[in-house]
């Protein structure tokens, strides 16, 4: 077998409390389908029979195979962790290393992109490498975010991400927190890439394939907690640091790994490089590089490259704009093959529905509303001369007549009474709105922290 | 005229033979009835005749090629009905008369196809068959890969493909017109976009290989090789032979979709081939009693084998054979990136033999930066040239290195494109062309000129960037345009003055007796 993936639903969602309080992140609908579906379909379009689901006990109970609308036969193997402890991404793959018997693709629940998969696992097959990631443009949201007053705080800290000349090899990579002194590159790096691309605005799509040594080195060292924190960076770095020489006697080895700490990761690597491929490499006629004296690869055992999607969508759903914009773009018939609206709606003849609007199962529309760019969840009622534009519904969601609903998200099973007139508010689940009421940007929940 | 006497003679030995068979078959028809065994005389007049059978039959396929069709029919007619004659008694006329039309029917279909094959060949080769009526007639077969233009080809190979599961590759861009029979593929789009990721019908080792091979990090006709041959080891190690099968049946079926998959991301070069015959060989040569552990480990120490001998010590023994040809003060001149010429200058320059190299390069690939990175590293002095400066650097030239990726059987070196140029400009300055190849790349193809087999390569290869600014970027849309980005050529052996093989420096005509030696010995 050639790779496993292995899916990471098991975040708690912080950065939109407002929405995941109620429902966990993975089965938040977008689209209305649970936002696991879409990594999942992914997967599943590409060829993957099997998937290792990490996730907590609640969302494991809701992960079986018809709620979750998958078409093909994909085995999932769902493991559970508990949340109590502050489990990282990569403390999570430890988890799960006695299943790992091949490299691996670790994806994350929220992802939804349509990215051709061949690309990011090309670069990690051909140059044989240690790390093959996927990074997009980081697209700006356009759309009001309900529920917050005036405008959006300081963007998250940037992430800086240095690429060589051809695009595909990744140089350095380091977030804007960890550069309080300023930006510093390694004077090896300049010596063996002088032509650097530094680039801000892209998106981490948190889609890695990692070597089977990696997770291995994983297991070894145990104070690395998260994928995308600390072991990426780790291994950006090791490609440059000054290659151990692998000595000729057991005792030397012996002797660094103790006085390191740590096993280090190229001895682990480089034993399974073979004779066979340094003679390949020697009497091959390419090299990646042209300009100085060194080798392919400039004789490193460590590699990480990335794919960065210039075009084609890719979201990862962790902030509620970003939910938001991704309910926009599902519409999009690239990623769901089902007709917007669900055949078993219940529309009455004298409503109008945009084209880019999506109606769940089981809905009933009554006469005389207006749909517009919005999505409304499954078993929804909506009674007459209703006016949504620009919103999000989830399922079980009843409005009454003459309500006015736009730029909203709307939780399940929250009544909407009449003629409430809702701007660019988020209503949180099992809430109640009186009829008659006026809401303007804000969030409508019991728990507000 | 000769050919009219001829198939008059023809057709009067058949007649004579047929009534003579008929005689025969009747005595013996009678000796069988009457219960007595065949004796030995009767059994080898009996075998004869077969023989003779056969041979008239082929003889009248190779005749109707160039003859009416209505001459077989009447042949066969009489041939059939002598042997109807002896085989029942009472010979029921009309079943025999039917059979008799049935069998001419498809002789006139046989004679037919085979006319419709030769065909596709040149007239001479129909020619050549009439004066010696002695030699079979063989059908020639041409490969696949040179038969892109025809759609029947182009079907079968997909039906091919289908039935191994592996995807077919779609071509790419305007082909030049004088090599629209070859493939021409994009590297923008690898195969590995229409297997499914986790490829389960192709082993990972394989798909990766692919994917080497047609992205060029694995390029070389050593590199190929030894590529191949460790993913084949990888291949066997993670094989399981399934039950009521062989191993020496089963692998070899299992390894065909492999190599239909590395043919369709590059085609495979002549070396690839022999290694592919010599693991097959080894495969179909394992004893049937024999374990699957020990199937496994003895194919893996052939394959060790056979890299250390056919090249490692070959190189070792090619540069110790080539160092006598290499004196001090010696400029020589190579071309591109060859690893056993580079390998040859290195272990002269270790023995410490005092000379200098010119490195001549090419586009688009330009090879030759990575011969000159190593020739420089180790020490040698180097100069570097384009092709096109290399009339005018050639008087100071001594020595001409070249390397091959394949000889053929009529002496011509298949290298890459540009050798023969050099060849043929260092001639015309007398300068001594020295040609290094191990034995594992002779082939047993004839070959004239460039165009009948070859590799076209990604024609966006040609597009060049300059101060920002993408030259010929959109040559797809004139529609004039063909972009042509050949890999090999063949240099005629008239212009090569040596060829240095691991089994020592034999003239570029000694290459047949090579491979006659070597296929004796196998």
């Keep these: 077998m050639e790779l496993q993936a292995v899916l990471m639903a098991a975040g708690g969602g912080s950065r939109m409390m407002e929405l995941t309080y109620n429902t966990h992140k993975p089965l938040l609908p977008v689209g209305n389908k649970p936002l696991i579906w879409y990594p999942l ?409 | 005229m000769a050919d009219a006497d001829e198939t008059s003679k023809q057709a009067e030995r058949n007649t004579n033979v047929g009534d003579g068979i008929a005689v025969k078959k009747q005595d013996i028809a009678r000796a069988k009835n009457e219960g007595k065994e065949l004796t030995k005389d009767e059994k080898q007049r009996l075998r004869k005749e077969k023989k003779q059978q056969k041979k008239n039959k082929k003889d009248d396929k190779g005749e109707s090629e160039h003859e009416n069709v209505p001459l077989p029919p009447s042949q066969a007619v009489v041939q059939c009905q002598s042997q109807k004659v002896c085989t029942s008694e009472k010979p029921a006329k009309s079943k025999a008369e039917q059979r008799a039309e049935r069998r001419a029917r498809q002789e006139a279909d046989r004679a037919a196809k085979g006319k419709k094959g030769e065909s596709a060949q040149q007239p001479p080769s129909g020619k050549s068959k009439a004066p010696p009526n002695e030699l079979q007639p063989v059908v020639k077969r041409l490969p696949e890969h040179v038969q892109v233009d025809d759609p029947a080809a182009v079907r079968k190979l997909a039906k091919k493909l289908e039935r191994q599961q592996i995807p077919v590759r779609s071509e790419y861009g305007y082909k030049v017109s004088l090599f629209s029979h070859l493939h021409q593929y994009s590297r923008k789009a690898p195969l590995t976009q229409q297997i499914s990721i986790p490829s389960t019908v192709i082993h990972p080792y394989i798909v990766r290989l692919g994917l080497q091979y047609s992205q060029g990090i694995v390029a070389g006709s050593n590199a190929r090789s030894i590529a191949l041959l460790h993913a084949f080891q990888k291949v066997i190690q993670d094989y399981k032979t399934p039950p009521n099968e062989e191993l020496s049946r089963d692998l070899v079926n299992k390894l065909k979709p492999y190599i239909s998959y590395l043919n369709q991301c590059r085609p495979l070069s002549a070396s690839m081939g022999n290694a592919i015959k010599y693991v097959k060989k080894e495969i179909s040569n394992i004893p049937c009693l024999c374990k699957e552990e020990e199937a496994k480990k003895q194919l893996l120490s052939c394959i060790d084998n056979y890299i250390k001998e056919k090249i490692t010590l070959a190189a070792t023994t090619i540069s110790a054979y080539a160092i006598e040809k290499i004196s001090n003060g010696d400029v020589i001149l190579v071309y591109g990136c060859s690893s056993l010429v580079n390998h040859i200058l290195c272990d002269a320059f270790d023995k410490k033999r005092k000379f200098s190299v010119i490195v001549v390069d090419s586009r688009p690939r330009l090879e030759g930066r990575e011969a000159l990175r190593r020739l420089v590293k180790k020490g040698i002095c180097c100069t570097y040239v384009l092709i096109s400066a290399v009339s005018y650097i050639l008087p100071e030239v001594s020595k001409v290195f070249l390397g091959a990726h394949a000889l053929l059987a009529n002496g011509y070196v298949m290298s890459r494109v540009g050798t023969s140029q050099i060849a043929l400009v260092a001639k015309a300055y007398n300068v001594p062309v020295l040609v290094c190849c191990e034995t594992y790349k002779f082939c047993e193809r004839v070959q004239t000129d460039s165009f009948v087999s070859n590799e076209l390569d990604d024609p966006d290869d040609l597009m060049v960037t300059r101060k920002g600014k993408i030259h010929l970027e959109n040559w797809q849309d004139i529609r004039q345009l063909g972009l042509l980005n050949l890999v090999y050529d063949v240099t005629p052996p008239d212009f090569v003055d040596l060829v240095i093989t691991d089994l020592g420096m034999i003239p570029c005509t000694s290459v047949p007796v090579v491979l006659r030696v070597k296929n004796v010995d196998q």
């Design chain 1, 41 to 449: 379909n992914l997967l599943e379009r590409v060829g993957f029979e099997e998937v290792i689901i990490i996730t907590t006990k609640d969302v494991q109970k809701m992960l079986t195979p018809d709620r979750l609308k998958l078409d093909g036969k994909m085995k999932l193997d769902v493991v559970c962790i508990q949340l109590e402890g502050e489990m990282g991404t990569a403390d999570a793959l430890r988890h799960v290393q006695q299943k790992i018997k091949t490299d691996v693709l670790v994806l994350s629940c929220d992802l939804i992109t349509d990215v051709a998969l061949h690309e990011v696992v090309d670069l990690f097959r051909a140059h044989n490498a240690s790390m093959a990631m996927l990074m997009s443009k980081l697209h700006e949201f356009t759309e009001t975010v309900p529920g917050q007053k005036g405008k959006k705080k300081a963007g998250e800290q940037r992430d800086f991400v240095g690429v060589d000349a051809t695009g595909q090899r990744l140089l350095f990579m380091a977030n804007e927190a960890d550069l309080e002194d300023g930006l510093t590159i390694r004077k090896s790096i300049m010596c063996k890439h002088p032509s650097m691309r530094i680039r801000t605005g892209l998106l981490d799509a948190h889609l890695y394939c990692l070597k089977r040594c990696v997770v291995d080195f994983l297991v070894e060292n145990k104070n690395i907690s998260s994928i995308r924190g600390e072991l990426i960076p780790y291994l950006v770095r090791k490609q440059f640091s000054k290659s151990v020489n692998l000595p000729n006697n057991k005792d030397e080895v012996e002797m660094s790994q103790k006085m390191e700490g740590q096993t280090n990761l190229e001895i682990l690597g480089s034993c399974k490089d073979e004779e066979l491929l340094r003679l390949t490499q020697e009497r091959s006629c390419w090299n990646d590089h042209h300009g100085d004296m060194s080798e392919a690869y400039h004789g490193g055992k460590v590699r990480c490259y990335v794919h960065i999607m210039e075009d084609g969508v890719c979201y990862r759903v962790n902030t509620l704009a970003a939910y938001i914009e991704a309910n926009r773009m599902v519409s999009a018939p690239k990623l769901i093959e089902d007709p917007p609206i669900h055949p078993s709606a219940v529309i009455s003849e004298c409503t109008q529905v945009g084209a880019d609007s999506i109606i769940g199962a089981s809905c009933q529309i009554s006469d005389k509303t207006s749909i517009k760019r919005s999505t409304v969840g499954a078993s929804s009622t909506v009674r007459e001369k209703v006016k949504i534009t620009n919103s999000i519904l989830m399922n079980g969601v009843t409005v009454e007549e003459g309500c006015n609903i736009q730029g909203s998200v709307i939780c399940s099973n929250a009544v909407i009474g009449r003629n409430a007139d809702i701007k660019y508010c988020l209503v949180g689940s099992s809430q109640r709105i009186e009829p008659d009421g006026e809401c303007l940007t804000q969030a409508v929940s019991c728990n507000l922290f």
